[in-house]
């Protein structure tokens, strides 16, 4: 993993550059952000320029035998840790499944450094509600780190997810990362910092890695998926949030245009053409569940868009279609219609959460919709 492969984020990425240059790298690091944000890219990236034998001045240089181990996620001085579930009492057993474990964690994050707990719980049969880092994973790190470098100058222990290092576990590391032996770096890459032992917290070295931009999500979309069109990646980026996960899985569903369905969708409430609307509500409850959800969340965020147009030009953007429809449907429409239809169509996001019929919730919002525009 390389800084080039996390689209982005320079400034974050100069911080640490310039850290590495002067040799005054903080032992224990903390990588924290919401789901989706590339934190534990960056401890990748990061752990990669750090024992890279012939660094550029802004990236490591992707060939020398650092960084294609590196590559591999099988570099001799890197130690990964990640939450697992195990119910195997035999030490024999148990070695096996841990070797298994870390061979298809390898493998899902070479194919996906953006992975979430809910994806690696998903993927490889664990519970993501029990998953966690046992006191026995904590203490084979120490053992671990008591060994020299090998290949590079440092030996980098990667932590995806430290909340999910239980009690023991945690005490266990408390000495070890106060005081760790020489040229040892911790990474932490954390999605909920604040459930963090404050102990293992304070401890850290903290940075903040944000979501990704639109423009960002659209060039991660446009590397993995080469077959989907420029305008549909333009249009899950701009659903999707800065959630880079968010935006994989919705590219992976290959719903349909939302911004074609949605744009018919209020011509016929405006015109009240309710025999249009009967047969838009079979088309909409043949959707998966997830796929009425996200359409009425890309609704909202049109119509929100479409509102703050009203007081200055449209912010963020995915593509000139939604800029146009903002900026007519606004001037169409006045303030207190939008807050109801963003009203509406929150309810109905809210019905569908609870498992409602979406053909019933889809008409029965429809309906409403256009009694709105009348008045």
Not at 6 to 13: A, N, R, S, T, V
Not at 223 to 252: C, H
Not at 269 to 296: I, P, W
Request: overall charge positive; some cysteine; proline content about 4%.
């Amino acid at each position: 993993m390389q800084f080039a492969a996390i689209p982005g984020h320079d400034g974050f990425k100069k911080l640490l550059l310039r850290t590495a240059s002067t040799k005054k790298v903080a032992h224990a690091q903390l990588f924290s952000g919401p789901v989706g944000a590339p934190t534990l890219a960056f401890a990748l990236a990061f752990a990669t320029y750090l024992n890279c034998i012939d660094p550029t001045s802004d990236d490591a240089c992707g060939r020398c035998l650092s960084c294609t181990s590196m590559q591999q996620l099988t570099h001799p001085d890197l130690q990964l840790v990640f939450p697992s579930k195990s119910s195997v009492s035999n030490k024999t057993a148990a070695a096996s499944f841990d070797v298994k474990a870390i061979a298809l964690f390898r493998e899902r994050l070479q194919k996906n450094p953006f992975m979430t707990l809910e994806e690696w719980a998903r993927m490889s049969d664990y519970d993501s509600k029990q998953s966690q880092i046992t006191r026995n994973e904590a203490t084979k790190i120490i053992q671990r780190l008591s060994l020299k470098a090998v290949v590079g100058p440092y030996k980098v222990v990667i932590i995806w997810l430290p909340e999910c290092l239980n009690p023991a576990a945690a005490n266990a590391l408390l000495k070890t990362l106060e005081e760790p032996s020489a040229a040892t770096v911790f990474l932490l890459a954390s999605v909920d910092s604040q459930k963090i032992l404050p102990t293992i917290r304070s401890r850290t070295q903290q940075h903040q890695v944000a979501l990704f931009a639109e423009a960002a999500i659209q060039q991660l979309l446009r590397d993995r998926y080469v077959a989907i069109p420029d305008s549909r990646l333009a249009e899950i980026a701009f659903l999707a949030q800065g959630d880079v996960s968010k935006a994989f899985q919705l590219a992976e569903e290959g719903e349909g245009n939302h911004f074609e369905w949605f744009s018919q969708w209020m011509r016929n409430c405006y015109k009240a053409n309710y025999v249009a609307l009967m047969a838009e509500s079979e088309t909409f409850h043949q959707r998966s569940m997830d796929g009425q959800k996200m359409a009425l969340t890309y609704a909202l965020q049109l119509l929100r868009m479409t509102l703050l147009s009203k007081f200055h030009p449209p912010l963020a953007v995915a593509s000139p279609m939604e800029v146009a429809f903002s900026q007519k449907f606004g001037l169409t429409v006045t303030f207190a219609q939008l807050k109801q239809m963003i009203a509406l169509l929150g309810s109905a996001y809210a019905a569908l959460a609870r498992n409602g019929n979406g053909k019933m919730v889809y008409l029965h919002t429809s309906i409403q919709a256009a009694g709105v525009f009348k008045d």
